[in-house]
């Protein structure tokens, strides 16, 4: 065996410029990276995204208000109940809709039953890129029993269409109360589970803890929202600092890490699953009844057994489906806690039928400009882990 | 139909000799027969190329290799990172245009036999999005063996559609029908709208095509 | 938020330092807005961010919408956030679009070509540059150095709507390709995509 030499020699390096991506394993979607390396450290790194744009504020000016709610929940794909709802509250305080407390519940509970679903999808996928491949198992067989219950509810498991302006397109069926009620028992023992796995595992301990630690100023000039932030510890969450749907009434905690490096952000997504376990239980058990959906007729499909007996409602049933409503002029913006940050929606409406601008402001497209804080300095596997843990949806970033 | 079923008839008859005989049994028996091998090893050991884009891959690849809907019971666990290695790429999610070349790439750097499954709707035919930024399917720069509807199809229908891809890659099409239609000449075709007719050849490999996966 | 007193306050306290950069203010569904005068934002920003009593020191988001046919006709926004009271504002910048009418329009292809690559070896004809030599664009003041989270969001903004942020240190394309032509978020540009044929208009499609 050759002498190796012994670190600080006098090697020769050079920097070189290396391509990953766009496709690439363990980019979480098709990111591509122009790292500037010199031997294993990262000197500079350049994200290009774009390779999913998919112009979909563009396509959302083109459609009446309702025909954007798919448009709008296909961009950060793994989270869509988050993106339905920041672009129906938008307009629901963009028409100064109310929306009844049973739909606040229920939006609630799918909310945070897909928080579950994302955190786990991240787990699975983080974990694979880290060496532990059975998560990938494991966490994708809980997110199955999440898919059970959309497909339940909705119909479909991905990309439900479920809250409609106004509040949910339908009252959950029979038995879903009784299933979740399962879902409930059973996923915080699932997520003791993971945390058993990984929590204390030695090569998992060595790659994530210290590794991309970004102080928590620069992350906020950065304006990086979410767990990331959390984890670097801050407790800005926007659930308990803006009052929306039903959390003001819910008593969850809000886990926040102490020094900002990978490990406190999976261990902060990890108690935010088991949190959003309890919201979800708390909003089952405080189920108000009464309508799923406001009574406005302007804005909202009057029910159909109403069509065949109600002149009134086949007008507006018709007036709603083939133009749709009209919002008068005006613009707000309306910002939620979507499992990656702040999801805000800017929605700009003319007076005509279809929105004038639809902007989407993602948490992954803001946050991902924290990686190069994260990654410059460190080693290439160090810089994986952190783009594990930074959990870029690309969806989201490319729209 | 009618010429093979003729010589069938003759040989069960005694009536074929000699080198009429001999050619009949090389093309029947034997060639076939190692055909169809190669046909059933390829189909059921396929590696698929990890490859996702966006909302589809969610469901493929990463749900289908999981413990649910297990692609592993099909022969294609194996996922591949390069594209040397794969001879199956999944194109699950809407393709834009910054990644049209990148995926026509990949799609070259594959080695023959491959195929190509266009899964969900917005890979096969672009999907809600007609708009400046995808491609309106996949269709319009590489040649799709397979198009699963869906937005996002279910893993079932994915897996349905893998076994349809199964039953074609055994029926062993001729895979020169890919070099004609590298969607280099059947433009005019999807440029001239339905009406238009498609060149010969390529409506002779979509013949032989479908009536591969009718079974 | 701060609500509707609040607003004129803050537009009175800004009044003194920088006259004349508060255009308007709207207290619109609960949302205050402020609409500054484009050459002073940078001013007014660190104003917001920096003066006591103020804080907005978290920008959510930047963007920009096109008023079209209102003038003028882009609105960079900025949605600020004081963290500590837990209120939003938002500050418009109104630009008039100084190349009027010369929206380069995205390149027509013709039948026969293709518009991706076909085969390998292939590479896609180039678009031709903007008929009218150099394109005039509006521009704005850069924030990067007050609000670092601008730097994509700037990026996109030029992209979309091709509005330049001068001082930005890295403005190109950063959703679509670097050689695209045509700013896709206008309201004159076209959505794109291909016609689907059906029964009425197979005649012009078919």
Redesign the interface.
């Known amino acids: 065996m050759a002498e190796i030499a012994p670190a600080g020699a006098n090697l020769e390096t050079e920097v070189m410029t290396i391509n990953i991506g766009p496709h690439h394993p363990a980019t979480h979607g098709v990111l591509r990276l122009v790292v500037d390396l010199e031997g294993e450290i990262v000197r500079d790194l350049k994200p290009v995204?774009?390779y999913v744009?998919t112009?979909i504020?563009?396509?959302c000016?083109?459609k009446s208000y309702w025909k954007v709610i798919p448009f709008v929940e296909r961009m950060d794909y793994v989270s869509y109940f988050f993106q339905m709802e920041a672009f129906c509250g938008a307009v629901e305080?963009?028409v100064?809709l109310e929306i009844p407390p049973r739909a606040k519940y229920l939006r609630t509970i799918f909310l945070e039953l897909n928080r579950i679903h994302s955190h786990l999808v991240w787990l699975g996928t983080t974990a694979l890129d880290l060496g532990a491949i059975s998560m990938l198992w494991y966490c994708f067989r809980e997110r199955d029993k999440i898919l059970d219950l959309f497909e339940m509810a909705t119909g479909q498991r991905m990309h439900t269409r479920y809250f409609q302006v106004g509040g949910v397109i339908e009252d959950i069926p029979l038995g879903f109360e009784a299933k979740l009620r399962e879902f409930i028992a059973d996923m915080p023992v699932r997520v003791g589970q993971y945390q058993d796995l990984l929590d204390r595992n030695e090569v998992f301990l060595s790659r994530t803890k210290g590794t991309g630690i970004v102080p928590r100023e620069r992350l906020?000039?950065?304006?990086?929202t979410g767990p990331l932030l959390r984890a670097a510890g801050e407790p800005?969450d926007l659930r308990k600092?803006?009052d929306y749907l039903a959390y003001p009434e819910m008593d969850f905690k809000v886990p926040v890490g102490t020094v900002g490096d990978n490990y406190d952000r999976y261990r902060v997504r990890v108690a935010e699953m088991v949190e959003s376990v309890r919201i979800v239980e708390q909003a089952l058990d405080g189920l108000p009844e009464g309508p799923f959906i406001a009574d406005d007729r302007k804005y909202v499909l009057p029910p159909r057994s109403e069509l065949s007996t109600s002149m009134e409602s086949l007008i507006h049933h018709f007036k709603l489906v083939t133009e749709g409503y009209r919002v008068e002029a005006?613009?707000?913006?309306y910002?939620i806690e979507s499992p990656r940050g702040?999801l805000?929606c800017?929605l700009?409406a003319d007076g005509s039928a279809k929105p004038?601008?639809v902007?989407i402001?993602d948490a992954s497209?803001?946050n991902?400009?924290a990686f190069k804080d994260m990654s410059v300095g460190t080693y290439v596997a160090d810089m994986i882990c952190s783009l594990g843990m930074l959990d870029p949806i690309l969806g989201g970033v490319?729209? | 139909m009618r010429d093979r079923q003729l010589r069938a008839r003759d040989m069960l008859r005694g009536d074929l000799e000699g080198e009429e005989l001999e050619r009949y049994v090389e093309e029947k028996v034997v060639m076939t027969n190692f055909e169809k091998l190669l046909g059933w090893a390829r189909a059921n050991s396929c590696f698929p190329l990890t490859f996702g884009l966006a909302c589809c891959a969610i469901e493929a690849p990463i749900s289908i290799v999981t413990a649910r809907y297990d692609l592993a019971r099909f022969g294609a666990e194996a996922l591949r990172a390069s594209p040397r290695q794969a001879d199956m790429i999944i194109l699950s999610g809407r393709v834009s245009?910054?990644m049209?070349?990148v995926v026509?790439?990949l799609y070259?750097q594959m080695l023959e036999p491959k195929w190509a499954i266009s899964m969900g709707a917005c890979s096969s035919s672009?999907g809600m999005?007609?708009?400046?930024?995808?491609?309106?399917g996949a269709d319009?720069?590489m040649p799709i063996d397979l198009h699963v509807p869906g937005c996002p199809p279910r893993p079932e229908a994915v897996l349905y559609g893998f076994t349809k891809l199964q039953r074609k890659i055994m029926g062993h099409p001729d895979q020169g029908w890919r070099q004609r239609y590298?969607?280099?000449g059947t433009?005019?075709w999807a440029?001239g709208?339905?009406?238009?007719e498609p060149s010969p050849e390529a409506a002779a490999a979509y013949e032989e095509a479908r009536g591969l996966v009718r079974a | 938020m701060p609500d509707a007193p609040g607003l004129e306050l803050i537009r009175g306290e800004i009044e003194q330092d920088h006259p004349g950069a508060v255009l308007d203010t709207s207290f619109?569904?609960?949302?205050p807005?402020l609409v500054v005068d484009p050459a002073q934002i940078v001013a007014v920003l660190s104003w917001l961010r920096d003066a006591p009593g103020q804080g907005y020191?978290?920008?959510?988001?930047l963007?920009a919408?096109?008023?079209l046919p209102a003038e003028p006709r882009f609105g960079v926004?900025y949605?600020l956030l004081n963290?500590d009271r837990?209120e939003?504002l938002?500050v418009k910048a109104m630009l008039a679009d100084p190349g009027q009418g010369q929206t380069p329009q995205?390149r027509v292809l013709s039948?026969?070509e293709?518009?991706?690559?076909?085969?390998?070896g292939q590479t896609?004809p180039p678009h031709p540059p903007p008929a009218e030599g150099k394109e005039l664009l509006p521009e704005i003041d850069s924030c990067v150095e007050l609000?670092?989270?601008?730097?994509?969001?700037e990026r996109?903004v030029f992209d979309?709507f091709g509005i330049v942020f001068t001082g930005h240190p890295d403005l190109r394309?950063?959703?679509?390709?670097d050689d695209?032509v045509g700013w896709?978020?206008r309201?004159d540009?076209?959505?794109?995509?291909?016609p689907?044929?059906f029964t009425y208009n197979?005649r012009n499609?078919?």
């Open positions: 995204i774009g744009h112009g504020e563009k396509s000016e083109d305080r963009l100064g906020l000039e950065l304006g990086v800005w600092a803006f005006g613009e707000v913006y910002a702040e805000g800017y700009l004038a601008r902007h402001r497209f803001v991902l400009q490319d729209r | 245009i910054k049209a070349p026509r790439r070259d672009g999005f007609s708009n400046y930024a995808v491609v309106q319009k720069f590298s969607a280099g433009e005019e440029r709208g339905p009406r238009s | 619109d569904r609960d949302q807005a020191t978290f920008l959510s988001s963007h919408a096109d008023y926004h949605e963290r837990v939003r938002r995205p039948h026969g293709g518009g991706l690559v076909a085969s390998p896609p609000f670092p989270t601008a730097e994509f969001q996109e979309f394309r950063i959703l679509l390709p695209y896709p978020q309201r540009f076209p959505v794109g995509g291909e689907v044929t197979e499609y078919g």
